[in-house]
C-alpha cells in the first residue's frame, strides 16, 4: 500500500506543478500515475504499475493532450485592441482630409486621416474606420 501512495502524491504534485506549466504534458503524466496508484492498490505488482502508468500517461500524451489543446488554448478568436476597433462607426470632430483631423471612437478621441487623398469628410458626419495605423484611425463617410 505504501507504493500506492506514492504514486498518488507523485500523480497529485504532477498536477499541481501543471498549474505552472499550462502545456498539458505534465497534467497527462500525473493522470498516469493515478492511474498507476490504482494499479497498485488493486494489483501490488510493480511491473503491472509500471505498464499501466506507461501506457496511460502515452495514450494521455498522443490522444486527450491534442484535443485538449486546440480546445482550451486556441481561444474564441476574439478580435482585440485596435483589431476591434476596424469596422466600428465614429463621428467626426473636426476635419478629416488626408493630413489629419479628430474623430470619436468608442467614446474617446482619436487622431484620424481620410482613407484616400482628395477626400474630405465635415465634422459631425458618421464614419466608418477601416484601419487603424499606430494611434491613428482611417476613416471613411458613411453613404
Same mark, same amino acid.
Given at each position: 500500500? %505504501? &507504493?500506492?501512495?506514492? #504514486?498518488? /502524491?507523485? $500523480?497529485?504534485? @504532477? /498536477?499541481?506543478?501543471?498549474?505552472?506549466? $499550462?502545456?498539458?504534458?505534465?497534467?497527462? @503524466?500525473g493522470l $498516469? &500515475?493515478?492511474?498507476?496508484?490504482?494499479?497498485?492498490? !488493486? %494489483?501490488g505488482?510493480?511491473?503491472?504499475?509500471?505498464?499501466?502508468?506507461? !501506457?496511460?500517461?502515452?495514450g494521455?500524451?498522443?490522444?486527450?493532450?491534442?484535443? @485538449?489543446?486546440?480546445?482550451?488554448?486556441?481561444?474564441?478568436?476574439?478580435? %482585440?485592441?485596435?483589431?476591434?476597433?476596424?469596422?466600428?462607426?465614429?463621428?467626426?470632430?473636426?476635419?478629416?482630409?488626408?493630413?489629419?483631423?479628430?474623430?470619436?471612437? &468608442?467614446?474617446?478621441? #482619436?487622431?484620424?486621416?481620410?482613407?484616400?487623398?482628395?477626400y474630405?469628410?465635415?465634422?459631425? %458626419?458618421?464614419v466608418?474606420?477601416?484601419?487603424?495605423?499606430?494611434?491613428?484611425?482611417?476613416?471613411?463617410?458613411? !453613404?
Amino acid at each position: 500500500m %505504501t &507504493a500506492a501512495l506514492i #504514486w498518488l /502524491i507523485v $500523480g497529485i504534485v @504532477l /498536477i499541481v506543478a501543471e498549474v505552472l506549466s $499550462g502545456d498539458f504534458v505534465l497534467l497527462m @503524466l500525473g493522470l $498516469g &500515475a493515478l492511474a498507476g496508484a490504482a494499479s497498485e492498490a !488493486i %494489483t501490488g505488482n510493480p511491473y503491472v504499475d509500471v505498464a499501466v502508468f506507461a !501506457i496511460a500517461s502515452s495514450g494521455l500524451l498522443f490522444l486527450a493532450r491534442p484535443a @485538449l489543446k486546440r480546445r482550451f488554448l486556441a481561444g474564441p478568436g476574439v478580435k %482585440t485592441n485596435s483589431e476591434a476597433l476596424v469596422g466600428t462607426h465614429a463621428v467626426t470632430l473636426s476635419r478629416v482630409d488626408v493630413h489629419g483631423g479628430q474623430v470619436k471612437l &468608442a467614446g474617446d478621441t #482619436w487622431s484620424a486621416r481620410a482613407m484616400a487623398d482628395g477626400y474630405v469628410i465635415d465634422p459631425g %458626419t458618421q464614419v466608418t474606420v477601416v484601419e487603424i495605423e499606430g494611434a491613428t484611425a482611417v476613416v471613411a463617410a458613411e !453613404i
